[in-house]
């Protein structure tokens, strides 16, 4: 099965549940973590708001860089906005997309899968938010199901944007 096709098809199922989304906490607590897949920090043209207090890029991640990290991977994973990717990432996660395709028709492939997910943002656990100099990995689960997913960020023009993803289906 196609990587990206998985993207699309296994997260909403991974964090979709029956509860109310009020509980606390969440994260796998076993092996070793992959690494995500690196994409261009390269971003399109019309580009997201910078996000508020995001750091300079150099040293390690400030508070602020966590609360932006944190607010741009909820809102990219429940609404899908191509605005909060890289092109390089776009272009990975679209189907029959490949190097020479353009971010507009990545982001058009991209949106014609994606479909509004039954979670929102509080069903999303972030944990082990890692980085420095303008890269960060945070691990994406939830309390629902025992998978999650490696996100790799990279801070570009003051933004932090989606740039990699590895998958942990070790729990299925």
Do not use: H
Request: aromatic share 6%; proline share 4%.
């Amino acid at each position: 099965m196609d990587r990206r096709l998985l993207v699309t098809l296994v997260l909403p199922l991974a964090l979709t549940g029956c509860g109310d989304g009020g509980s606390d906490g969440g994260g796998a607590k076993d092996g070793a973590e992959p690494t995500p897949s690196s994409a261009s920090t390269t971003a399109g043209t019309s580009g997201a708001a910078p996000s508020p207090e995001a750091g300079s890029g150099s040293g390690p991640i400030t508070d602020g860089d966590e609360a932006a990290i944190s607010a741009t991977l909820k809102e990219f994973l429940v609404t899908g906005d191509c605005d909060l990717a890289t092109d390089d990432y776009l272009r990975s996660i679209a189907l029959f997309a490949d190097e020479s395709t353009s971010r507009e028709e990545a982001c058009a492939s991209w949106e014609k899968v994606f479909s509004k997910p039954l979670f929102g943002e509080d069903d999303v656990r972030l944990t082990e938010l890692e980085g420095s100099d303008g890269v960060a990995t945070v691990k994406v689960g939830s309390d629902l199901a025992n998978i999650t997913t490696l996100y790799q960020l990279t801070l570009t023009d003051g933004t932090w944007l989606v740039s990699g993803d590895e998958f942990n289906t070790d729990g299925l």
